[in-house]
């Protein structure tokens, strides 16, 4: 279909971009926050910069299973709404709340763990020292992190991706001034360093769960949604929740460890491999971190057209969503190899701590490149993922993303380690590895089709609609 077609023909390009604009704007909103707490961290102290990425990549290692879990009620309420029965989502909804009080309170009782976990990284003392602090407060942060987005996902479902964008927005506001005011002490505020960051991530998620609640539970959606009367335990739906959520967490969970494994052995290299891998991944989250947001927007679009059980409208959606990514990230592999100085420059350090920043501001620019090579095939990866989840295909998925990564990292590390090779180039190569054979494997998936046949919702089952 010729471009003009496609773009006002549903599931084309217009639709995906009303839908995963908004979602592209609020993932650069969040990579925002967290590329200037780099860049306010790489200048207050390039120990403190470091510390964060093992720290926030450990922290999130454990959060990404729940979040995999809980995000997957994005696809419930858009099969929901592709079905024309609007009176389950707020079923939908509670059970991924049910799901997520007792995940958060668990990942904030892994601080008492943080001191024996970082030992075995085998960094520095005074680097460990501050991944500890900085893990310990964004677990505590855990609980508001996921019930946060699994709200959001009330109006993602139904493509309505306006409000979270405006919200996510709204963060920027809140949480980049406080960041720089508790890591450096401005004003009335004590100088906290990297736990000043940490402090300032937290307050970040706690706002907009606030006004995600404000928005949700009012009379008019309980009329329309069943918000508030469908608070209770729903065993067979929250159980077809947790059949098609549970892998998908369980995937999201060994592509962060496999990264976790990947930063934490660098970090045994030297610190300024680490720094400068750190620094790298920062810029590079700027590219990456828009794509997830049409990776949920391919996902929406191919829930909504399953629920209408319509799988050829949601392999065309996929196919539009994924022109559009690739088309952004070429635009950013070009801009990471010919401006890498550049963009490494915003770590800098000021005053003497700046000159040790030049060797790591060699050895970024050649893992610039790396970056730069791989950000096409991770669009193929990220969408084509994200049309496999919206059609509830999350267990091939997980087989998929745990082989690769243990044959592609985990098992290669190892072996980098066992050797005593410290050479930054292999780890990287088989980052690339990596991203190649998923890009290969999902994309023979999705075109041989097996993702067709899947009924998340039970279409057939009446006794759901009401």
Not at 76 to 96: K, M, S
Not at 123 to 128: N, Q, V
Not at 291 to 299: D, E, F, N, R
Request: glycine share 10%; aromatic share 14%.
């Amino acid at each position: 279909m010729n471009p003009v077609k496609r773009w006002n023909a549903q599931g084309g390009y217009r639709e995906a971009l009303n839908i995963g604009l908004p979602l592209v704007v609020s993932m650069i909103s969040n990579t925002a926050m967290t590329f200037t707490d780099r860049i306010f961290l790489g200048n207050y102290s390039l120990e403190a910069l470091g510390a964060a990425l093992p720290a926030n990549v450990m922290a999130f290692l454990f959060l990404s299973f729940f979040m995999g879990v809980s995000e997957y009620v994005n696809v419930f309420i858009a099969q929901y709404t592709g079905a024309c029965r609007p009176e389950n989502v707020g079923r939908a909804l509670w059970q991924g709340i049910w799901f997520c009080i007792p995940s958060g309170l668990c990942l904030a009782a892994l601080g008492f763990l943080a001191e024996p976990l970082f030992q075995l990284g085998g960094h520095p003392e005074e680097l460990r020292r501050l991944e500890i602090v900085y893990f310990q407060i964004l677990t505590v942060g855990s609980l508001p992190c996921l019930l946060g987005l699994c709200l959001s996902n009330f109006f993602a479902g139904r493509g309505l991706t306006k409000p979270v964008m405006l919200i996510s927005i709204g963060g920027i506001f809140i949480n980049i001034p406080l960041d720089y005011c508790l890591i450096n002490g401005v004003g009335p505020f004590p100088e906290m360093g990297i736990a000043g960051a940490g402090l300032a991530t937290v307050i970040g998620f706690v706002v907009p769960l606030i006004v995600y609640t404000l928005l949700i539970f009012t009379p008019r959606n309980e009329r329309t949604f069943k918000v508030l009367s469908g608070w209770r335990l729903d065993r067979e739906m929250f159980g077809r929740f947790l059949k098609y959520g549970l892998p998908g967490g369980v995937q999201f969970f060994l592509d962060i460890f496999a990264i976790s494994f990947f930063v934490f052995i660098v970090g045994r290299f030297g610190s300024v491999e680490l720094a400068s891998t750190s620094a790298v991944f920062s810029i590079y989250n700027l590219a990456f971190m828009p794509t997830i947001g049409l990776h949920v927007a391919a996902s929406i679009m191919v829930g909504q057209a399953m629920g209408d059980n319509n799988p050829d409208r949601a392999a065309f959606a996929t196919h539009s969503v994924l022109h559009l990514a690739l088309a952004y990230m070429i635009v950013m592999a070009v801009v990471f190899w010919v401006m890498p100085e550049y963009l490494l420059n915003l770590f800098r350090a000021s005053g003497d701590a700046g000159a040790d920043f030049d060797a790591v501001l060699e050895m970024g620019k050649t893992l610039m490149r790396y970056a730069a090579v791989f950000t096409v095939c991770d669009a193929v990866v990220i969408v084509y993922m994200g049309g496999l989840k919206g059609a509830g295909d999350t267990r091939f998925i997980m087989l998929v993303m745990g082989t690769a990564s243990i044959a592609s990292i985990v098992i290669p590390m190892l072996v980098l380690s066992w050797l005593g090779i410290t050479n930054i180039h292999w780890p990287w190569l088989f980052l690339l590895v990596y991203v190649v054979v998923l890009a290969v494997i999902f994309t023979a998936r999705f075109i041989r089709g097996p993702w067709r046949r899947i009924d998340l919702i039970g279409r057939g089952d009446r006794s759901e609609m009401g």
